[in-house]
DNA sequence: TATGAATGAGGGTTCATTCAT
DNA sequence: TATGAATGAACCCTCATTCAT
């Protein structure tokens, strides 16, 4: 039963997450969704309250992707850095990924009337984090930090601002600079760090 | 006649640019278009063979902007560096005034099948500035240089990506960067100069 | 079992007639309906064969009211002039209490294929009065009357007529003659009685 | 051109009419509507903000069928109480014809924001009576009233009001009664006027 | 019996575009 | 050239109804 909702909900997303990926948001119909889906046009106001409603969905399918391919890369025992580094590779592969669509997902921030609906996407992400620094800490890999929740929400919040400034703007060809602008903030967050 | 066509064709382009400027080019529509320049439905289908056909006119319109600007800043006699200097800071002032169209246009590209529409906008500009370095040229200010057209296009065209990859991602807190960001520019330029 | 049975019946009629008492018959979705009554989409349609289905139910649910009013207030042994005064009474009270409900019960009856749902309703209201005016004739209350089952539907409908007709106009200012025209209905049925 | 124009906002509104007349508001759908009166969706919206907007239009419709049936029976020279006559005759007859509409009209006063609309439609009719009353003051006819704007209101409400609680209830099996209301009220206006 | 996810026709409305004037 | 009324496809969304469980 679950599965199977699982199932109709991500129809639904997957094709959203195309459908918009391929015309931007206005362009993307409900109805080419659900026909791209497979399902009714009703299906799609079972899982979505309006069509806006998808935008911070595809925020969290982007957010639980870009956190699942952290965790892969990441081994126990690793050095904060070492993690700093991966945050950093993930983040910038993903932005690049997802351009057209964070473009929208961002705008679409400022149509979302509660704060809260993204605090919920991003606390898995801010709480795995927190928890490494934690570790960190305990092995002296870092000094003792203050608020460890805010200096994790740092960490995320700049590293995504820099991929995005990267890579929203829409020329590609100046990509042999993106390993200098990534070691520049690197060394950045690693002098935050010490 | 001829003057009243100008001005159709000005009212609605204009009342076209600020209103995508307001609302983006989707959700500005062609009634608010003409409501706003004061003309009638039709009219608009007489100057522009669809909606999107407006892209390209507000890119040109911006660029002739951008061209008259650097014209009114540069006086005969004036060495190519300092020309530079103002094909840089002029294309970062517009690219900034003109964030939000801009981006559409560029997105507009795609749309537009062909190379074309925006080669022959574009002529003008770097014809322009092909004049300058052939000055440049004969006044010994920089080396003899091969391909003159090419070498117009290709300082033109890092110009303009410098200034969008810098505006168009949306965080302004960075802004402070600007100067040093154009003086790596002109460094660059310059260089590619001697 | 028949008592669950009974249970889900009423809570779906319940909640659909408080949903239609307040929103009126288009705009209470079924699916308002089973939120209010606590049971399942699919439910609605074990007890009912369409939305529109409900109608005679409402009916049916305001007459067994009705029915039940009446029997309280009336004794064995009272004369028949006293029970017609309690139908009047009670007839004007309910159709009073239930104006907004009522109004779109008798337009649906034009929905509605046969009298005979109808007929069945009131089968019990209309054998009750039969009753009542059997024991009057029997008592020499009354002559002796041709058709008592004619007499009794005569009587309950022209009661129920006049409450409509004075109730179902919107305007409340003239409640003051309701007391006479209640007493010329009386005085008419008395003399139809004789 | 002009004629043109009150021929399809004419269509529309008849077709309105006719289809709500049918089937009651929320029944009448805006795709039956133009469809009868043989006209493209989008032309409804040229003449009407919305589906509700209709709702006054229709009453203004009525109301100027009644005040040109009123001005046909009214000859000049007419004294007052024959015109009160004639008012109350064609109000209680153009209700009766129009009952379902009016119906949802005055249910339909209380979605509309304004008070304005509604004075606009009814002032030349207000006005019209107010000159009858102002004719008969002169021919002394009746005393010198003080404010006739508001002695005109007076009587065109008391007239509707009345018509509108006779007939909006469903039962016609009353109208031999009508005359004898009629009377009442011709006589209570009759009053009021010496 | 009871569920509730799924359906898809139909709702009101918008808007780029056309065409007779 | 200029108009703007007219078009109708497409938009987002609602809801009575069905059906596999």
Redesign the interface.
């Known amino acids: 039963m679950n599965e199977k909702q699982e199932t109709k909900y991500q129809l639904i997303l997957d094709a959203a997450f195309e459908q918009m990926k391929e015309n ?1 948001f ?2 993307a119909s409900v109805s080419q969704i659900v026909k791209r889906a497979g399902v009714a046009q009703g299906t799609f106001y079972l899982y979505f309250d309006s069509k806006s409603a998808i935008v911070p969905a595809i925020a969290e399918r982007i957010l639980c992707e870009q956190i699942d391919v952290v965790r892969n890369e990441v081994r126990d025992g690793d050095d904060i850095l070492s993690i700093v580094r991966v945050l950093i590779d993930q983040t910038f592969a993903l932005t690049d990924k997802h351009r057209e669509v964070i473009k929208f997902c ?2 679409g921030i400022a149509y979302y009337d509660s704060f809260q609906r993204w605090e919920d996407i991003y606390r898995p992400y801010y709480e795995w984090v927190e928890l490494k620094l934690q570790e960190a800490m305990e092995k002296k890999e870092i000094p003792s930090l203050s608020v460890l929740s805010y200096q994790a929400k740092l960490i995320i919040g700049i590293i995504e ?1 820099s991929a ?3 890579y ?4 590609p ?2 990509e042999e600079n993106v390993d200098i602008y990534k070691e520049e903030l690197f060394q950045f967050i690693k002098r935050a760090l010490s």
Not at 168 to 171: C, I, R, V
Request: glycine share 6%; hydrophobic share 15%; proline share 0%.
């Open positions: 931007g206005e362009k961002y705008s601002q995005e400034t990267y929203l703007a829409s020329d060809t100046k």
